[in-house]
């Protein structure tokens, strides 16, 4: 049994929820975060916090010591804006990843998760994506996340470290951040109709997805822990119900916040998938996954949450390092 968990990016949405888990089921739980991403808050009293940024290896080193796992959640999970910014995402998502990998197996870490991207697939000939496809990324944050997994791979299996990899795909719930104009298409729909505006929808919104509560993953990739049947193994979290349009996305927001609905359309973005959800056969199989939150019930907890909190003006955080014709207008005039 895993004694010391350690969790990057966990005043992140992602890592927050793990930790509050494990932290119940009385394991030591530590994490680090730059702040980035995430919210201070969100951060379990009980956690042994530490506000580092990931790419600094000595510092990794050092706060690895005694960790029996890691689970790596953290990264500037960014998309869409990494065709824009590539340098700013793949930092922080390659080679943060670099650090922490070469920082566990320094330090004797026994069990490595590694928190990928659906992104990793990129367009394939059929939906939903499965773990055995040839991994075709096409944007550059589906490229870091994918190369990262090639390293893990590569170090662990040459150092002898277990590792896992999990692909948790558009989780929603309590502790999301909604106020990044970048990322997170259901939170930034809840914040612009609770101040009274329409939601932005990119293209003609019929890109589709399907919608994972927190929840539902949170019961999954606990077990990555110390389950010996998926040591080495690459498996998708997440549901596969409920492949919805974007669309469809702002109709269910819109009748849960009773909202008149009459959404803004722009330009698509470069490097969208149009198509994009994983089936859960594998950890169904392995894991013993079962959805247990419908799209409609995980939206109306996350609206709860952001309600409580009260809606905010939308942060414009990060440089765009490529302006071009293909640069979202959103973005550039901050229509957000």
């Known amino acids: 049994m895993a004694k010391k968990i350690f969790i990057t990016g966990v005043a992140g949405f992602l890592g927050s929820h793990l930790a509050?888990?494990?932290?119940?089921?009385?394991?030591?739980?530590?994490?680090?975060?730059?702040?980035?991403?995430?919210?201070?808050?969100n951060v379990p009293d009980a956690v042994e916090f530490y506000q580092y940024d990931c790419k600094y290896l000595n510092s990794m080193k050092k706060i690895l010591q005694g960790v029996d796992a890691v689970y790596h959640c953290a990264a500037t999970a960014y998309e869409g804006l990494s065709v824009f910014a590539p340098n700013l995402v793949t930092q922080n998502t390659f080679q943060i990843s670099s650090s922490v990998?070469?920082?566990?197996?320094?330090?004797?870490?026994?069990?490595f998760v590694y928190c990928s991207s659906m992104a990793r697939y990129g367009t394939q000939d059929r939906v939903p994506f499965t773990e055995d496809m040839i991994c075709k990324p096409q944007d550059p944050y589906g490229i870091a996340k994918y190369a990262g997994e090639l390293l893990l791979r590569n170090l662990a299996?040459?150092?002898?470290?277990?590792?896992?990899?999990?692909?948790?795909?558009?989780i929603i719930g309590p502790r999301q951040k909604y106020d990044d104009p970048y990322r997170n298409v259901a939170s930034i729909m809840i914040n612009l109709m609770l101040q009274g505006?329409?939601?932005?929808?990119?293209?003609?919104g019929e890109q589709k997805r399907c919608f994972s509560f927190i929840n539902d993953d949170i019961q999954v990739?606990?077990?990555?822990?110390?389950?010996?049947?998926?040591q080495s193994e690459v498996i998708n979290i997440?549901?596969?119900?409920?492949?919805?349009?974007?669309?469809?996305?702002?109709?269910?927001?819109?009748?849960?916040?009773?909202?008149k609905l009459d959404p803004?359309?722009?330009?698509?973005?470069?490097?969208?998938v149009k198509l994009a959800?994983?089936?859960?056969?594998?950890?169904?199989?392995?894991?013993?996954?079962?959805?247990?939150?419908?799209?409609?019930?995980?939206?109306?907890?996350?609206?709860?949450?952001?309600?409580?909190?009260?809606?905010?003006?939308?942060?414009y955080t990060f440089d765009i390092e490529i302006i071009s014709s293909k640069t979202p207008k959103t973005w550039t005039e901050k229509m957000f």
């Open 221 to 230: 990739l606990e077990k990555l822990l110390d389950a010996k049947n998926v």
């Open 101 to 111: 990998i070469s920082a566990a197996i320094a330090a004797g870490v026994r069990r």
């Open 277 to 315: 959800t994983c089936s859960a056969e594998k950890a169904r199989k392995l894991l013993g996954y079962k959805t247990e939150y419908t799209m409609r019930k995980g939206l109306q907890e996350m609206a709860d949450w952001i309600k409580t909190r009260g809606a905010k003006k939308f942060k």
């Open 20 to 41: 509050d888990r494990f932290l119940q089921k009385g394991y030591d739980v530590a994490g680090c975060d730059n702040l980035i991403g995430g919210y201070l808050d």
């Open 197 to 204: 505006r329409q939601p932005i929808i990119y293209g003609d």
């Open 238 to 259: 997440g549901p596969d119900e409920e492949f919805v349009s974007i669309n469809e996305l702002a109709k269910v927001v819109a009748e849960i916040l009773n909202f």
């Open 157 to 170: 299996d040459v150092h002898g470290m277990q590792y896992v990899i999990a692909i948790p795909h558009n």
């Open 264 to 272: 803004v359309y722009v330009p698509g973005r470069p490097q969208e």
